[in-house]
């Protein structure tokens, strides 16, 4: 049987006089790719009235992969 390990990320919004949008995900994954980890799920945890300030990226990858 497979055995899997998890780990979360939590990346903020970027907020401020010329910053708006989202954080740069594709470098994150990227840098976790390398590592063995593969996305499994992002999750946006609303703070009030439905908005989120961040966004929650879990991966996971096999036990024993660590390099």
Known sequence: MKKY???TIEL??????FKTGTP???SLLN????QG???HQ???PAVGFGESSSMM???EREKG???
């Not at 903020?12 to 006089?17: A, I, R, S, W």
């Not at 840098?31 to 390398?34: D, F, I, K, N, T």
């Open 5 to 7: 390990e998890y780990k």
């Open 12 to 17: 903020p919004f970027k907020t401020g006089l």
């Open 24 to 26: 740069d995900v594709e």
């Open 31 to 34: 840098a976790e790719g390398e």
């Open 37 to 39: 980890w593969r996305l």
């Open 42 to 44: 992002v999750v946006l």
């Open 57 to 59: 990226v879990i991966f």
């Open 65 to 67: 992969q660590d390099r």
